[in-house]
Each structure stands twice: as structure tokens, then as C-alpha cells.
């Protein structure tokens, strides 16, 4: 269903790309299909006797799972009273898929993922998508525990555009270093710096406003059945550009990863299209996520 959600905005928004950026493109389709009927043989059984205990706990996961949050939300301005030009519904699809069942370098187990992030503007008549962004990423992850959970340390080397040609063309490349632990028993941190790259030609000013990094927190309000995350992301100007976005979500049922969340945007760079612009949006709906970790 993912497969076909991507394959269908692409054609949708007009792709009609450079040849040089189209062979480009294609490449890494190619890549990615290899890679992909690779799995079945890498995600094999191993021999756990020389694994950690940390290993053996973090093989026990799904190969095959949610990555980021997938949600399903529509909203519409806090600054003015909401219309259909103002108004959206606004969805992410993220999940991952765990590459080879053994550590491989520096005791960390190889991973693909893929996130797609979009914004539809229902309520105008032809109802058409404003915008979509694709993030797939390549990365290397090593688990660890301390006495609260399991944590991770994360390399990356990630992705990120709209799939636009022309002046509507935005994306950027990225090498990623994330760590992300538990600090108490109902409190999670998620630190994430990076190295940008091939971004000048579609948005030189990207960086004004992403920045180098992000940092994320979530937290327990009450017996695994409200949470609460904020994440905060600063342009590398001294100024206020950048976002901040936090959510409340409640869980539906006891042992179901099923959410209704309240999420609020404040700042720039919600979709690469308009990242220069300041969006001040509200937006409620379903939300689907690990119950234990919420990031990875």
C-alpha cells in the first residue's frame, strides 16, 4: 500500500524531472529494489550465542515495523478563523525494515526506512495535494540499555525532497548522528545532529531555517495512557527561525498502539514547498505508533 501511495503523489505532482537529476532519481530506485529483494535472505535467522543480551532483546523486535509516528490528522490556523483555504488534512507513513540479523560494524545492525509526509487540501473543490515530502534513509543503529529501557545510537544517511522540478524543486541530503535514551522510567530524549549536503542548488537558505539538528522529548503523562512530545528545530542564524512542535496523544485501547492525538505546529518548515514560511496550525486525528519506544 505504501508502494502504491508513493508511486501515485509522484505522478500526481507533475514529475517531469531533468535528465541528470531523473538518472539520478532512477539510480536510487534501483538501489532500492535490490536492497529490497535482498531481505528475505538478510533478515535470517542467526546463531544468537554470541550476541549480547541487549542484542538479543532488540533481535526480538519485528524486522518489518512502524519507524516515525503515522498519523492521520486535518486542522486548520490558530491566527484566523479556519476555511477551506486554511484548513488541510495532513498524514505521514514511516515504517522500517531491519536489514541483517547481526551486528556488522561497531556492533550496530544495518537498517532501511522510508517516511512520506503530506498535506492535503480536502475542502478546496478539486481537492488537490499541496504538497509531498519523501524521506527515505539508509542507517546503521546500535542498541543499548540502561535501567530504564532500551536505548540507540543511530548513522544515517538520509534523503529528503518533494519530487518537484524546476522553481518548485526542494531537497536536501544529510549524514545523520542521532542518540536516543530514556532519562526516567516516563521520560525519553531524542538528540539528533547533521551534516548537510546537495542542497544549494534548490534552496540555498535551507539551513536558516532546519538548522543542524533537532531535539525531541517524550513523556508518560499517566499509566501508559497519555503522553505528550515536543520537538524543537533552530536555524543556524541568531534569530527565531526554526519550529517547534508538540503533541498530546491517548491511547485507545490497553493493548493497542492506536492514539487519538492533538498536534501543534509553531514556525518555519513544515513542508519543504513553503519553508520559509511561518505556519501556525492545530490538527487532530488518529495516530499509530510502538507502544515501548518512540524511536525506533
Given at each position: ?165 524546476s522553481i518548485f ?8 548522528f542521532g542518540w ?17 549536503f546537495g542542497y ?97
Open positions: 500500500m505504501a508502494d502504491n501511495i508513493f508511486w501515485y503523489s509522484m505522478g500526481n505532482q507533475g514529475y517531469n524531472d531533468s535528465p541528470k537529476k531523473g538518472s539520478m532519481r532512477i539510480k536510487l530506485i534501483i538501489a532500492l529494489l535490490l536492497v529490497t529483494l535482498k531481505l528475505p535472505l538478510l533478515a535470517q535467522v542467526v546463531d544468537s550465542t554470541n550476541l549480547t543480551e541487549t542484542q538479543r532483546d532488540f533481535l526480538r523486535l519485528p524486522a518489518f515495523s512502524i519507524y516515525k509516528d503515522n498519523y492521520f490528522l486535518t486542522g486548520s490556523t490558530v491566527e484566523h478563523s479556519p476555511n477551506k483555504d486554511n484548513s488541510d488534512i495532513k498524514y505521514q507513513i514511516s515504517f522500517r525494515q531491519l536489514l541483517y540479523r547481526k551486528p556488522i560494524f561497531l556492533k550496530s545492525f544495518p537498517y532501511l526506512s522510508y517516511t512520506q509526509k503530506s498535506f492535503w487540501d480536502v475542502y478546496k473543490s478539486s481537492k488537490p495535494f499541496a504538497e509531498i515530502n519523501f524521506n527515505p534513509t539508509f542507517g546503521l543503529l546500535r542498541p543499548y540499555n540502561n535501567k530504564y529501557g532500551m536505548n540507540y545510537i543511530t548513522a544515517s544517511l538520509e534523503h529528503e525532497s518533494n519530487g518537484r522540478d524543486s526542494r531537497s536536501w541530503n544529510r549524514i545523520s536516543h535514551t530514556y532519562l526516567t522510567q516516563k521520560l525519553q530524549l531524542s538528540l539528533d545532529l547533521w551534516i548537510p544549494k542548488d534548490d534552496n540555498p537558505d535551507l539551513l536558516h531555517y532546519e538548522g543542524f539538528g533537532q531535539v525531541s522529548l517524550s513523556y508518560m503523562i499517566k499509566d501508559d495512557k497519555w503522553f505528550a512530545d515536543i520537538t524543537f528545530r533552530k536555524g543556524d542564524q541568531w534569530n527565531w527561525k526554526g519550529y517547534v512542535q508538540g503533541q498530546v496523544s491517548y491511547r485507545l485501547f490497553a493493548k493497542s498502539n492506536e492514539y487519538i492525538m492533538l498536534q501543534w505546529y509553531e514556525g518555519y518548515a513544515e513542508s519543504l514547498i513553503e519553508y520559509q514560511r511561518r505556519t501556525d496550525m492545530v490538527r487532530i486525528g488518529l495516530l499509530l505508533r510502538p507502544n515501548k519506544n518512540v524511536f525506533f
